[in-house]
């Protein structure tokens, strides 16, 4: 009987300070919530502003989501003086080297390209990783850029894309993920957007 009640009360123990252990963590979480998510939209911002010409809207909650490819991208509309500058889109691709790799590219009203980040990745340090602008030049050269005339695949294949060299596949998944983002900026936010480039309305959703 004291083998059995002394187990009892170590049951009893565990599942007390479980119950306060989960009750102490979840208000840890609801008491640093508004702080974290402060700080993500504040990351996320900085991203945009790194991307896009100047603004004076809040990006991150001019946003709106679309599941493309088995995937999610993310839309970010930024304005100036209530008129729209352009938006930002975090697209991804699944053909690097190293598997997933996420960018964030900035679009003018008209299409352009005005700047492209890199968010993540997994690519061969030295080779592959030469898609970080902050390591090469290779992203520069989409800057500027249309591609309604220029061609987001690699020379080898007949478009307008150098290359990053010994690192073919890196630069096809680059441009995989810069065409999407195209893709969804054409038909969700040049056609159905319904700013004509002096609103500051944000797309259709």
Not at 134 to 157: C, D, I, M, R
Request: aromatic fraction near 10%; charge should be positive; glycine fraction near 8%.
């Amino acid at each position: 009987m004291a083998k059995e009640s002394s187990f009892k009360n170590m049951t009893l123990t565990l599942l007390v300070i479980t119950f306060v252990s989960s009750a102490v963590l979840a208000g840890v979480y609801e008491l640093t919530k508004d702080a974290i998510d402060a700080v993500r939209i504040r990351k996320i911002n900085r991203g945009i502003s790194e991307v896009l010409p100047a603004f004076d809207n809040n990006p991150s909650e001019d946003v709106y989501k679309k599941f493309v490819d088995g995937d999610t991208v993310y839309v970010y509309i930024a304005t100036k003086d209530k008129k729209y500058v352009g938006a930002a889109i975090q697209t991804f691709t699944n053909n690097g080297y190293g598997g997933k790799f996420v960018l964030l590219v900035g679009f003018l009203a008209d299409g352009t390209i005005n700047n492209i980040n890199v968010i993540s990745h997994s690519e061969t340090p030295g080779l592959g990783d030469k898609i970080d602008p902050a390591k090469h030049g290779f992203s520069l050269q989409f800057h500027g850029k249309n591609p309604e005339t220029y061609k987001l695949t690699v020379k080898k294949e007949n478009g307008d894309v150098d290359a990053i060299t010994a690192s073919t596949i890196s630069s096809k998944a680059f441009c995989d993920a810069v065409a999407r983002a195209y893709a969804v900026y054409r038909e969700d936010v040049m056609k159905k957007g319904k700013w004509n480039g002096n609103s500051g309305a944000t797309p259709k959703q």
